[in-house]
């Protein structure tokens, strides 16, 4: 291991024994201190960001990641705002649980601690730069950040305010570690730090995600990648599935919540096609339709239409492209999802109590939704604050990852002179 980064790996853990232990009151001022300085040095964050962007955009980077290295004067408006939301939310450090007393008269329960250290890889996204400093600060975590190449001078710019914003709150020295050289080899430094590391979380594309998973050491949580179904149920109210898929679709399209695949029930589908194929018009979404599908919408010259191929189910396509297949039944949608889902997020339209529930409890996914938008999966929209991403996988935690699962928790035993016999 490279001096650099074992100097890195020992601050932070240094840092981490520290804020174990510190108050609410000054891990909550660190974070109105970040809100702080990003509203102050605007200017500065976006004259950073607009290098990378020309860059981006001269190296030939795709709208999707283009539309995620983007910063605005809005867009850090938002981000501030959602470091006063974490620091707004309870601060799960020292919270008791699960208390019981034994036969014996132990005792016993649960004390929620940090995890120690996290550690972050992630391409593209500025705002994960303020999100899992933030997260993890509240959360009594140190973290070590490490973005890609092509956001440097963004994640630079934002990881100075963040630890100058830190130091004045009295956060221990080291707590925010960035790691400013791009040099690939760094990265495999990290996936071998176990002793300085406790979780590793990275945010990107599949590539990064799947060389994370298979390299890494230490415990890692996967995720990101979502290949999301909408699935409009013979019973669903057909206005409310128009808003619905128009809402996951068109939103926000870049992003891993935004839909892939629409699923229309056969029995509705002359009906409910063309309202959706109108609103995605306006959008300008190309629709990939299997045969049923473009035997319904074939003909009209507003829409842009393509036939399918066997690469359009099970793709994340993070732009204004969706595949549309007709079903004959929910278990036909089910056997679909299960095929070709992600395991991120999936949705039913439908007034039919039955299939709704069928759906909730069949479909196996860290978000499953009723009658709404996949676009909810958001830590924010989830009430959380923030996130440091979303989890697919089931160990240790699953869907939007909030202050509670960036902690553990040890057993706590009171007794009164119990020995065992």
Avoid at 181 to 208: F, H, K, Q, S, W
Wanted: proline letters at 3%; glycine letters at 8%.
């Amino acid at each position: 291991m490279s001096a650099e980064m074992e100097n890195i790996g020992k601050a932070a853990k240094a840092a981490a024994r520290k804020l174990a232990y510190l108050s609410t009151g000054v891990k909550n001022q660190a974070l109105h201190n970040i809100s702080q300085n990003l509203k102050e040095y605007t200017g500065d964050i976006l004259k950073a960001n607009e290098l990378d962007y020309k860059a981006g955009k001269s190296q030939g980077m795709n709208d999707a990641l283009l539309d995620r290295l983007l910063l605005t004067g809005e867009r850090l408006v938002a981000i501030a705002d959602d470091v006063l939301a974490v620091a707004a939310q309870p601060d799960p450090v020292g919270e008791i649980f699960d208390m019981r007393t034994l036969p014996n008269g132990l005792l016993l329960g649960k004390k929620r601690v940090p995890l120690g250290v996290i550690g972050a890889i992630y391409e593209s996204r500025p705002n994960v730069t303020v999100d899992i400093s933030a997260l993890s600060l509240k959360s009594g975590n140190a973290v070590i950040l490490r973005g890609g190449k092509e956001a440097v001078n963004s994640n630079t710019a934002l990881a100075r305010l963040v630890r100058r914003a830190v130091e004045r709150a009295g956060i221990p020295d080291g707590a925010v570690q960035f790691v400013a050289n791009t040099d690939r080899a760094l990265v495999d430094e990290m996936l071998t730090m176990r002793d300085y590391i406790d979780l590793l979380i990275p945010r990107g594309g599949a590539g990064l995600i799947k060389f994370v998973a298979e390299n890494a050491v230490m415990a890692v949580v996967t995720g990101g990648i979502g290949v999301c179904h909408c699935y409009v149920d013979r019973a669903a109210n057909l206005e409310m599935a128009v808003a619905i898929a128009d809402n996951a679709k068109v939103q926000r399209p870049t992003v891993c919540n935004a839909l892939d695949c629409l699923l229309v029930n056969a029995d509705i589908a002359a009906d409910y096609l063309p309202r959706i194929a109108a609103a995605w018009a306006r959008a300008g979404v190309e629709m990939h339709c299997d045969p049923r599908a473009m035997a319904i919408l074939r003909g009209n010259a507003s829409l842009r239409l393509k036939d399918t191929t066997d690469q359009d189910w099970g793709k994340e396509f993070l732009s204004l492209v969706a595949a549309v297949k007709l079903v004959d039944s929910l278990d036909e949608a089910l056997v679909h999802i299960e095929r070709y889902g992600s395991g991120h997020s999936e949705a039913i339209v439908t007034e039919d109590y039955s299939a709704a529930m069928r759906f909730l409890n069949e479909v196996d996914a860290a978000c499953v939704y009723c009658n709404a938008s996949t676009r909810f999966t958001d830590g924010g929209q989830f009430g959380l604050g923030a996130e440091v991403g979303i989890s697919t996988q089931k160990m240790h935690a699953r869907g939007p990852l909030g202050l509670k699962e960036l902690t553990s928790y040890k057993w706590i035993i009171f007794g009164s002179g119990q020995v065992r016999p």
